[in-house]
């Protein structure tokens, strides 16, 4: 008797039909909820590209997203960490659309960065959420934003490998792969796993949540931007330079990134951005998760 065929060839599958198709009924509902009908996935999961901090022809610009906010300053660096007309944001429109354009002399590569947020009742200090370069002050233990802007751009230099058959994925945190007592960086990776990689006969390398996190421990699973590179292990240019190496070696590169929970810190996470609770996770007891201690998106 011929076995009829479930969405992956699996009769295993079968007596789970139900939830299956309901699960991806769910998420058709979901697409054409966040779409609209009118665009596709990528675009809407494009935002990086229009916020957060960007170089333009004429100089910088700035975005960000606080419904909740009543006025939004750029402070760092280049304001000597105060406030200043010139670096204050113009809210766009009711939905919580905030920019700023500045010069060319406006920043600078390097230099530090936060918002001061205003709301009704309040204020704070937040970290852009579509910053793509966060440090840690060695004295403070504070974290800022940081202008990412090299004069020479990383430049690619190998192509991506095609994807095998069969992936053989050695996993790997790049701290810890490390012989080393201490926090290994992204260079040391490139130049001393990858060939024990290679040599070991794998085609595929997995890294370890490396998205910023201010808790090491976690292994990069409490992220607090989403965006950024985790600066411990080096800079963008480093993470790169290990990518562009692993793809000479023959080698595919995935990684891990964590969509369903963040940290709780307000300080160098998206925990009460504009003031509120619930801009990015669910208010009340739904938006927090008991095991992780962390915000439920």
Do not use: C
């Not at 490390?178 to 997995?206: C, K, M, S, W």
């Not at 990518?243 to 990684?255: F, K, S, Y």
Request: aromatic share 14%; net charge neutral; charged share 25%.
């Amino acid at each position: 008797m011929a076995v009829r065929r479930f969405p992956w060839g699996d009769p295993l599958l079968e007596p789970f039909r139900g939830a299956i198709e309901a699960r991806r009924e769910r998420i058709r509902r979901w697409e054409r909820r966040l779409t609209r009908g009118r665009t596709r996935l990528a675009d809407f999961a494009s935002g990086h590209e229009y916020f957060g901090l960007h170089r333009t022809p004429e100089g910088w610009r700035f975005a960000e997203w606080a419904p909740a906010a009543e006025a939004i300053y750029l402070v760092g660096d280049a304001t000597g960490w105060r406030e200043d007309e010139r670096y204050r944001l113009r809210r766009l429109d009711a939905h919580g659309r905030w920019e700023l354009t500045l010069p060319a002399d406006g920043l600078a590569h390097g230099q530090h960065y936060k918002l001061k947020v205003y709301w009704p009742g309040g204020s704070g200090e937040r970290i852009p959420a579509w910053a793509r370069r966060v440090v840690q002050d060695p004295e403070t233990r504070l974290f800022s934003a940081q202008v990412w802007a090299p004069a020479e751009p990383y430049r690619w230099r190998h192509e991506a490998p095609p994807a095998p058959e069969a992936p053989l994925i050695y996993e790997a945190h790049v701290g810890m792969a490390q012989e080393r007592e201490g926090i290994g960086t992204y260079a040391e990776f490139r130049d001393h796993v990858l060939p024990r990689v290679v040599r070991l006969g794998y085609n595929t390398v997995q890294l370890m949540a490396v998205a910023e996190h201010p808790y090491y421990g976690s292994f990069g699973y409490h992220v607090s931007s989403f965006f950024a590179a985790s600066s411990r292990f080096g800079t963008p240019e480093d993470l790169k330079s290990l990518v562009d190496e692993a793809h000479r070696l023959g080698l595919r590169v995935i990684m891990d990134l964590v969509h369903s929970h963040a940290v709780k810190n307000e300080n160098e996470g998206l925990g009460r951005f504009d003031g509120t609770r619930y801009q990015y996770f669910h208010d009340g007891p739904r938006g927090e998760h008991p095991v992780w201690d962390s915000l439920l998106f």
